[in-house]
């Protein structure tokens, strides 16, 4: 049986027949693989072929698919090598297959979904807010400080984006380069301070979704904000903070290291801080309330993840909710 054959891509029968990108999330541009020996029934939903090459690229064959389920195969029992024959052998007793047989019964009696794919945000929406001109508060308000050689580093490190009005953009792209989430926010370009106002905080998958560019049941998982760059530099000691502006303004200060935040205070769990595993970190929580937090967590967390660590307190006694951003 050759599976090239009988798994083919769905003809285009209409609109019906092509589905919302898992990936992109744009409606009617995915084509889904059917099965031609089994009344053309999708192999499953998210098997087939975003139209959209060159900005999503999106594709999971049905081999890919079978490869990652083995137990979908219907040829299941003669996939392990051992039992490559199986339909043409001899040996055909059932009971010499019984350990395969209640095998894929325990899996399909399971009946767990597979682990939902971690939800992403398309690369075209990053690069839009890297090449429309706009210059963010907050990155004026670096150059301004630090000036533009250094900022201009740390702002292609990180990959800041701007929206057209002028709002930093903070992607979390993960270990992997995907981008897991955007949050933009509104600086003051004399003070470098956040403006604290309702909705100076928003969140691009919120507004995708509410114009449908997203499917609906898109979830956020966060990551670590400069997350991708722990791969480009595996030797280099990791600082953690919690905001985004303190990873730009250590990046620039202290470039020995490689600066990633957690989003916020209760952003420091295990999950978030697994890729630290084998590293040697160094948390510099905000003075106050951040410190005594993340003291109390952080000897459970390190040895769940599996990292060396030290707890900075750098900003102790510089004032409350005080960071290394504020220190000149
Ligand atoms: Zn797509």
Known sequence: MNNSYRYQLERYRGRGTRYTCPQCGRKYTFTRYIDTENNNQYISDNVGKCNRLDKCGYHYTPKQYFTDNPWKRDDFLVADG???????????????????LSYREN????????????????EWVVERSLTNGAVSDHVQWLM????????????????????????????????????????????DVVTGKRRKYAGAIGWIHAIMRREGELPEDWELTQCLYGEHLLKEYPDK?????????????????????????????????????????????????????GF??????????????????????????????VDIADIP
Not at 163 to 181: H, L, N, P, T
Not at 241 to 264: C, F, N, Q, R
């Open 82 to 100: 051992s039992l490559r024959h199986f339909t043409d052998s001899p040996c055909k007793r059932k009971e010499d297959f019984s350990f395969f």
């Open 107 to 122: 899996e399909k009696k399971k009946n767990t979904p597979p682990p939902r794919p971690i939800c992403t945000l398309p």
């Open 144 to 187: 301004n400080t630090y000036g533009e050689e250094e900022t201009e580093r740390v702002a292609k490190m990180y990959g800041i984006g701007a929206s057209m009005q002028g709002f930093v953009i903070f992607w979390q792209r993960d270990i992997e380069g995907r981008v897991r989430a955007g949050k933009i926010m509104d600086y």
């Open 237 to 289: 000691i990791v600082a953690v903070v919690e905001a985004y502006k303190t990873a730009h303004v250590g990046a620039i200060l202290m470039p020995d290291m490689v600066w990633v935040a957690t989003d916020s205070l209760q952003g420091l769990t295990a999950e978030r801080l697994a890729p630290l595993r084998g590293r040697f970190v160094v948390f510099f929580p905000d003075e106050g309330k």
């Open 292 to 321: 005594q937090l993340w003291q109390e967590r952080l000897p459970q967390i390190a040895q769940e993840v599996g990292f060396k660590y030290q707890l900075s307190t750098f900003m102790e006694g510089k004032g409350d909710g």
